[in-house]
């Protein structure tokens, strides 16, 4: 008797506990008023902006495309997303290769695998300016790490950073040195999810190595790459710290990405409204680029 | 049989023995810019001004790391990031908190909507808000203060997520022998659920920490006072006129210097930062 009450009172309590009540939104509310106030208004804001001619405190008069046209009409703007496109195809194939192939390499859990996994991923805490600082010093002509090398063969460095061909690369051989860790964290991480029967049946069968590697191993962490790739994508399409602080985007605007001429554009030359529409450019290019990736390996997921 | 499993073996030793051989490589390439700008923080000014290569070789010297403690704005900038990532994080664990359990166990109009727009929020770039938020900021005149260099953080989604994620993982039988004994709302959110979600929290609390510690384009931005620095903007500051000024040794000491705290943070808590850093990727 006492049990069937207490139990219909409970569900009575359940059922009342699921009702809606706006009180329950109180704790939502703190959250959703900074997510309010300095996201979405802002995404709106900066739309808005972009279609203005505006300076830091206001927006003056309405320009319609105004902006885009200028943007799309300066040849340093674009020549800053040709710069973009090619420090992404020259970092993130590479972070993905190099990160797989040390998670192929340390999965394991010898001594000497835990502490290089370790050592990859340590440059990943430094900030950019401290990276920045490392790398500098290392390609700098004469003083520089390389130039010692250099020395060593009796060879002079050249000046990377100052060299138009090189500096580009100079800055994507900083930036693999300091975001290798994460591709390489995300694969191990797939590596471990795969049963380890599978290789028992592999070795059973006496599969050879390579054999393992390419019809058990990589199409077990097939959807990992593509998360790798798109983080990467993502990521690196941001460029801005390595290149501002290791070359200010010369010499000749080679190394200037998308996002230092946005904040050139709104921070310095304070040509807010330029400045925003560029960011709406690089905000719709992000979405293109982790799209189109996404739905390529969602097409070649079904063909297989 | 047996001659061909032998030679199978070998072949594995020696393709063990080149993926070792180029993994060791690599890791000295990891490795030797720190050893170098390590040793170079370690050596006279003079010394390195005369011969480069004199930092192959002792004598090595402290001097550089005792003069911090007496010129430059390193300590004043170290004292600002802690500000606002402590600040930060403390923030971003309190909101994410609630509204996580707000949106896993309490039922509103509007809810499911209001967590999808939340996750919308998840795909937004910071440049895409950037320009935005500076002038919203100018108006409420915010920069160059620790609050304005801290909100923005406050509406990152990663965080409700994550604990949203987290509450949903609990048991419900949970928070309801807790509603059957007339506990408040807010007292089952604080006294039951929240001691449980201890390792979400820590996760979350790292990765915000880390992020804040080590951003750079809102605080350059945002702090342009000296005095307001962060870490990360005051070194950036100090190397445009670099090598000319203070001397290379000085300098490799200040960003030794300021690199090390957060290099120990990682050498003790480095399970943990992995884990909060791949999880957060993965989302």
Same mark, same amino acid.
């Given at each position: 008797?006492?049990?069937?009450?207490?139990?219909?009172?409970?569900?009575?309590?359940?059922?009342?506990?699921?009702?809606?009540?706006?009180?329950?939104?109180?704790?939502?509310?703190?959250?959703?008023?900074?997510?309010?106030?300095?996201? =979405?208004?802002?995404?709106?804001?900066?739309?808005?902006?972009?279609?203005?001619?505006?300076?830091?405190?206001?927006?003056?008069?309405?320009?319609?495309?105004?902006?885009?046209?200028?943007?799309?009409?300066?040849?340093?703007?674009?020549?800053?997303?040709?710069?973009?496109?090619?420090?992404?195809?020259?970092? $993130?194939?590479?972070?993905?290769?190099?990160?797989?192939?040390?998670?192929?390499?340390?999965?394991?859990?010898?001594?000497?695998?835990?502490?290089?996994?370790?050592?990859?991923?340590?440059?990943?805490?430094?900030?950019?300016?401290?990276?920045?600082?490392?790398?500098?010093?290392?390609?700098?002509?004469?003083?520089?790490?390389?130039?010692?090398?250099?020395?060593?063969?009796?060879?002079?460095?050249?000046?990377?950073?100052?060299?138009?061909?090189?500096?580009?690369?100079?800055?994507?051989?900083?930036?693999?040195?300091?975001?290798?860790?994460?591709?390489?964290?995300?694969?191990?991480?797939?590596?471990?999810?795969?049963?380890?029967?599978?290789?028992?049946?592999?070795?059973?069968?006496?599969?050879?190595?390579?054999?393992?590697?390419?019809?058990?191993?990589?199409?077990?962490?097939?959807?990992?790459?593509?998360? $790798?790739?798109?983080?990467?994508?993502?990521?690196?399409?941001?460029?801005?710290?390595?290149?501002?602080?290791?070359?200010?985007?010369?010499?000749?605007?080679?190394?200037?990405?998308?996002?230092?001429?946005?904040?050139?554009?709104?921070?310095?030359?304070?040509?807010?409204?330029?400045?925003?529409?560029?960011?709406?450019?690089?905000?719709?290019?992000?979405?293109?680029?982790?799209?189109?990736?996404?739905?390529?390996?969602?097409?070649?997921?079904?063909?297989? | 049989?047996?001659?061909?499993?032998?030679?199978?073996?070998?072949?594995?030793?020696?393709?063990?023995?080149?993926?070792?051989?180029?993994?060791?490589?690599?890791?000295?390439?990891?490795?030797?810019?720190?050893?170098?700008?390590?040793?170079?923080?370690?050596?006279?000014?003079?010394?390195?001004?005369?011969?480069?290569?004199?930092?192959?070789?002792?004598?090595?010297?402290?001097?550089?790391?005792?003069?911090?403690?007496?010129?430059?704005?390193?300590?004043?900038?170290?004292?600002?990031?802690?500000? =606002?990532?402590?600040?930060?994080?403390?923030?971003?664990?309190?909101?994410?908190?609630?509204?996580?359990?707000?949106?896993?166990?309490?039922?509103?109009?509007?809810?499911?909507?209001?967590?999808?727009?939340?996750?919308?929020?998840?795909?937004?770039?910071?440049?895409? $808000?950037?320009?935005?938020?500076?002038?919203?900021?100018?108006?409420?005149?915010?920069?160059?203060?620790?609050?304005?260099?801290?909100?923005?953080?406050?509406?990152?989604?990663?965080?409700?997520?994550?604990?949203?994620?987290?509450?949903?993982?609990?048991?419900?039988?949970?928070?309801?022998?807790?509603?059957?004994?007339?506990?408040?709302?807010?007292?089952?959110?604080?006294?039951?659920?929240?001691?449980?979600?201890?390792?979400?929290?820590?996760?979350?609390?790292?990765?915000?920490?880390?992020?804040?510690?080590?951003?750079?384009?809102?605080?350059?931005?945002?702090?342009?006072?000296?005095?307001?620095?962060?870490?990360?903007?005051?070194?950036?500051?100090?190397?445009?006129?670099?090598?000319?000024?203070?001397?290379?040794?000085?300098?490799?000491?200040?960003?030794?210097?300021?690199?090390?705290?957060?290099?120990?943070?990682?050498?003790?808590?480095?399970?943990?930062?992995?884990?909060?850093?791949?999880?957060?990727?993965?989302?």
């Amino acid at each position: 008797m006492t049990n069937r009450s207490d139990a219909s009172a409970r569900r009575r309590k359940a059922a009342g506990a699921d009702a809606p009540d706006w009180r329950n939104a109180l704790f939502v509310a703190p959250y959703l008023f900074f997510f309010a106030t300095l996201l =979405v208004f802002p995404l709106f804001w900066g739309i808005w902006l972009s279609f203005h001619k505006a300076d830091i405190f206001t927006s003056g008069p309405f320009v319609g495309l105004g902006n885009y046209i200028r943007l799309f009409n300066d040849a340093v703007f674009l020549r800053s997303v040709g710069n973009t496109f090619y420090f992404v195809f020259l970092t $993130v194939p590479a972070l993905a290769l190099l990160g797989l192939f040390l998670a192929l390499s340390l999965n394991s859990n010898s001594r000497l695998a835990t502490i290089l996994r370790g050592l990859f991923f340590s440059s990943s805490v430094l900030s950019v300016t401290i990276v920045t600082l490392i790398w500098r010093f290392v390609f700098i002509p004469q003083y520089g790490l390389l130039a010692a090398i250099y020395k060593l063969f009796d060879a002079e460095a050249p000046s990377f950073l100052t060299d138009p061909s090189l500096a580009m690369i100079a800055i994507a051989i900083t930036t693999i040195w300091w975001c290798i860790g994460l591709p390489m964290m995300l694969f191990l991480a797939a590596l471990q999810q795969i049963p380890a029967d599978i290789y028992e049946a592999a070795a059973l069968d006496n599969a050879s190595r390579w054999r393992t590697l390419t019809s058990i191993t990589l199409p077990s962490i097939r959807r990992t790459f593509v998360l $790798v790739v798109i983080i990467q994508i993502v990521m690196q399409f941001q460029l801005f710290g390595q290149a501002w602080l290791m070359t200010r985007g010369g010499p000749n605007n080679v190394t200037r990405p998308i996002v230092l001429h946005i904040y050139d554009l709104a921070f310095r030359r304070w040509d807010v409204g330029l400045g925003a529409a560029a960011s709406e450019v690089l905000f719709a290019l992000i979405l293109a680029a982790a799209m189109i990736q996404y739905l390529m390996s969602r097409s070649a997921g079904e063909r297989s | 049989m047996s001659g061909r499993a032998n030679s199978r073996s070998a072949r594995r030793g020696i393709g063990d023995h080149l993926i070792l051989a180029l993994v060791l490589a690599l890791s000295i390439a990891m490795i030797a810019p720190a050893l170098w700008v390590i040793g170079l923080s370690l050596k006279d000014n003079h010394e390195l001004m005369a011969n480069p290569n004199s930092v192959f070789h002792p004598p090595y010297v402290i001097d550089n790391y005792v003069n911090i403690l007496y010129g430059g704005g390193v300590i004043r900038w170290i004292l600002n990031s802690l500000i =606002v990532s402590v600040g930060l994080t403390f923030g971003t664990l309190l909101l994410s908190s609630l509204a996580g359990y707000g949106f896993a166990r309490l039922n509103f109009r509007g809810r499911d909507i209001l967590f999808i727009v939340v996750l919308f929020g998840l795909a937004v770039p910071e440049q895409a $808000v950037i320009v935005a938020r500076h002038q919203i900021f100018s108006l409420l005149k915010f920069h160059n203060t620790y609050h304005g260099i801290i909100l923005p953080g406050l509406s990152n989604a990663f965080g409700v997520f994550l604990m949203t994620q987290y509450f949903r993982a609990i048991p419900k039988e949970l928070d309801e022998a807790a509603l059957i004994d007339n506990a408040s709302r807010f007292k089952i959110f604080w006294k039951v659920l929240l001691p449980l979600t201890l390792p979400a929290q820590a996760t979350l609390g790292i990765f915000t920490f880390l992020l804040s510690w080590n951003d750079y384009f809102w605080p350059l931005i945002s702090a342009t006072e000296k005095s307001m620095y962060t870490l990360t903007v005051g070194m950036a500051s100090m190397q445009v006129n670099f090598a000319q000024s203070e001397g290379v040794g000085f300098l490799m000491a200040q960003a030794v210097f300021a690199g090390a705290p957060i290099f120990i943070v990682y050498l003790f808590f480095q399970k943990y930062i992995v884990t909060a850093v791949s999880g957060a990727a993965m989302k």
